[in-house]
Protein backbone atom coordinates (compact mmCIF):
# COMPACT_ATOMS: atom_id res chain seq x y z
CA UNK A 1 0.00 0.00 0.00
CA UNK A 2 1.24 2.89 -0.76
CA UNK A 3 1.42 6.57 1.64
CA UNK A 4 0.34 9.83 0.31
CA UNK A 5 2.21 12.58 1.26
CA UNK A 6 0.59 15.18 3.40
CA UNK A 7 0.73 18.95 2.43
CA UNK A 8 3.06 20.99 4.84
CA UNK A 9 3.14 24.79 4.73
CA UNK A 10 1.01 27.36 2.72
CA UNK A 11 0.30 27.77 -0.82
CA UNK A 12 1.10 31.24 -2.48
CA UNK A 13 -2.09 32.00 -3.24
CA UNK A 14 -3.29 31.73 0.27
CA UNK A 15 0.09 34.02 1.45
CA UNK A 16 -1.48 36.74 -1.26
CA UNK A 17 -5.19 36.18 0.17
CA UNK A 18 -3.24 36.97 4.17
CA UNK A 19 -1.06 39.54 3.35
CA UNK A 20 -4.02 41.74 1.37
CA UNK A 21 -6.35 40.99 4.15
CA UNK A 22 -3.66 42.54 6.89
CA UNK A 23 -2.75 45.52 4.34
CA UNK A 24 -6.64 46.46 4.13
CA UNK A 25 -7.33 45.84 8.02
CA UNK A 26 -3.96 47.80 8.56
CA UNK A 27 -5.48 50.87 6.84
CA UNK A 28 -8.74 51.41 8.28
CA UNK A 29 -7.01 50.46 11.41
CA UNK A 30 -4.40 53.51 10.47
CA UNK A 31 -7.60 55.54 9.58
CA UNK A 32 -9.24 55.30 12.32
CA UNK A 33 -5.76 56.06 14.96
CA UNK A 34 -5.52 59.17 12.79
CA UNK A 35 -8.70 60.74 13.19
CA UNK A 36 -9.24 59.89 16.97
CA UNK A 37 -5.54 61.56 17.25
CA UNK A 38 -7.16 64.79 15.39
CA UNK A 39 -10.56 64.55 17.45
CA UNK A 40 -7.91 64.55 20.82
CA UNK A 41 -6.10 67.39 19.67
CA UNK A 42 -9.21 69.57 18.60
CA UNK A 43 -11.37 68.34 21.62
CA UNK A 44 -7.61 69.66 24.10
CA UNK A 45 -7.61 73.34 21.89
CA UNK A 46 -11.67 73.88 22.44
CA UNK A 47 -11.13 73.06 26.28
CA UNK A 48 -8.27 75.80 26.26
CA UNK A 49 -10.26 77.92 24.69
CA UNK A 50 -13.11 77.38 27.15
CA UNK A 51 -10.08 77.86 30.05
CA UNK A 52 -9.20 80.93 28.80
CA UNK A 53 -12.34 82.50 28.04
CA UNK A 54 -13.45 81.53 31.77
CA UNK A 55 -10.92 83.01 33.16
CA UNK A 56 -11.23 86.30 31.43
CA UNK A 57 -15.17 86.20 32.57
CA UNK A 58 -13.70 86.01 35.88
CA UNK A 59 -11.12 89.07 35.60
CA UNK A 60 -13.94 91.89 34.36
CA UNK A 61 -14.77 93.47 37.09
CA UNK A 62 -11.29 92.61 38.78
CA UNK A 63 -8.41 93.20 36.82
CA UNK A 64 -10.15 94.06 33.95
CA UNK A 65 -12.40 97.29 35.02
CA UNK A 66 -15.95 97.19 34.15
CA UNK A 67 -16.97 99.87 31.39
CA UNK A 68 -18.31 99.52 28.21
CA UNK A 69 -15.33 98.89 25.56
CA UNK A 70 -13.13 96.33 23.88
CA UNK A 71 -10.06 95.05 25.08
CA UNK A 72 -7.95 92.44 23.03
CA UNK A 73 -4.78 90.09 23.43
CA UNK A 74 -3.51 87.15 22.61
CA UNK A 75 -1.56 83.90 24.40
CA UNK A 76 1.88 82.09 23.45
CA UNK A 77 0.34 79.23 22.38
CA UNK A 78 -1.52 80.71 19.63
CA UNK A 79 -5.29 81.84 20.71
CA UNK A 80 -6.69 85.03 20.40
CA UNK A 81 -8.90 87.27 22.55
CA UNK A 82 -11.86 89.87 22.75
CA UNK A 83 -13.45 90.74 25.97
CA UNK A 84 -16.42 93.36 24.98
CA UNK A 85 -18.64 95.22 27.42
CA UNK A 86 -21.98 96.25 26.73
CA UNK A 87 -23.71 98.50 29.36
CA UNK A 88 -27.48 97.07 29.10
CA UNK A 89 -30.68 99.29 30.75
CA UNK A 90 -32.43 96.48 33.02
CA UNK A 91 -35.51 99.00 33.19
CA UNK A 92 -36.25 97.44 29.37
CA UNK A 93 -36.23 93.98 30.97
CA UNK A 94 -37.90 94.75 34.44
CA UNK A 95 -40.02 97.97 33.74
CA UNK A 96 -42.16 98.11 37.06
CA UNK A 97 -39.37 97.68 39.52
CA UNK A 98 -36.62 100.63 40.08
CA UNK A 99 -33.23 99.24 39.85
CA UNK A 100 -30.25 101.08 41.32
CA UNK A 101 -27.34 98.54 39.37
CA UNK A 102 -25.68 98.82 36.21
CA UNK A 103 -25.44 95.75 33.89
CA UNK A 104 -22.93 95.27 31.77
CA UNK A 105 -23.16 92.46 29.11
CA UNK A 106 -19.86 90.72 28.40
CA UNK A 107 -18.61 88.60 25.54
CA UNK A 108 -15.54 86.82 25.55
CA UNK A 109 -14.41 85.41 21.99
CA UNK A 110 -11.51 83.22 21.36
CA UNK A 111 -10.21 82.54 18.10
CA UNK A 112 -7.53 80.40 17.38
CA UNK A 113 -6.60 77.94 13.80
CA UNK A 114 -7.04 74.12 13.92
CA UNK A 115 -5.17 72.63 11.06
CA UNK A 116 -5.28 75.50 8.88
CA UNK A 117 -8.89 76.27 9.71
CA UNK A 118 -10.21 78.96 12.28
CA UNK A 119 -11.54 77.96 15.04
CA UNK A 120 -13.85 80.19 17.47
CA UNK A 121 -15.62 79.87 20.75
CA UNK A 122 -17.73 82.90 22.83
CA UNK A 123 -19.19 83.22 26.16
CA UNK A 124 -21.62 85.46 27.27
CA UNK A 125 -22.02 86.87 30.83
CA UNK A 126 -24.21 89.45 33.09
CA UNK A 127 -22.27 91.69 35.26
CA UNK A 128 -23.63 94.06 37.28
CA UNK A 129 -21.70 96.66 38.95
CA UNK A 130 -21.89 99.55 41.93
CA UNK A 131 -24.60 101.88 41.49
CA UNK A 132 -23.53 105.22 40.06
CA UNK A 133 -23.55 107.86 42.64
CA UNK A 134 -25.89 109.67 41.33
CA UNK A 135 -28.51 107.10 42.09
CA UNK A 136 -27.81 106.65 45.36
CA UNK A 137 -29.54 110.06 46.49
Not at 107 to 124: E, I, Q
Amino acid sequence: MRRRRSQYGFSLLEVLVAFAILAVSLGVLLGIFSRATTATIASAQYSQAATLAESLLTLVGHEVALEEGAVSGGTESGFSWELTMVEIDLADEFPTTTLSVRAYRVNVTVLWFDAGRPRRLMLSALKLAEPLANNLQ
